[in-house]
């Protein structure tokens, strides 16, 4: 499962979230605003900026096109 931590009115948090449906890659997504814990766990993961995206072998800050595509890449080997 994919979880993208997110914010209101974040740019880069777009960017992603629409990558992502562009490539029908289905993901969880957490709004940092409305979940205290949430924050407090990509916070202690070293992360200060949103979005933050995990997935079950990966994680990363910010808009990464490159990484969303090997996601696609591996969900088609897969499929």
Do not use: N
Request: aromatic content about 8%; charged content about 25%; overall charge negative.
């Amino acid at each position: 499962m994919i979880v993208v931590y997110s914010k209101p009115a974040c740019v880069q948090c777009t960017a992603t979230t629409r990558e992502l449906d562009r490539r029908g890659i289905p993901y969880e997504y957490v709004d940092l605003t409305k979940d205290i814990p949430a924050m407090k766990k990509v916070r202690d993961m070293g992360y200060m900026t949103a979005p933050v995206v995990i997935t079950e072998d990966d994680h990363w800050g910010g808009f990464r096109p490159d990484k969303i595509a090997l996601l696609a890449e591996s969900a088609l080997a897969t499929a």
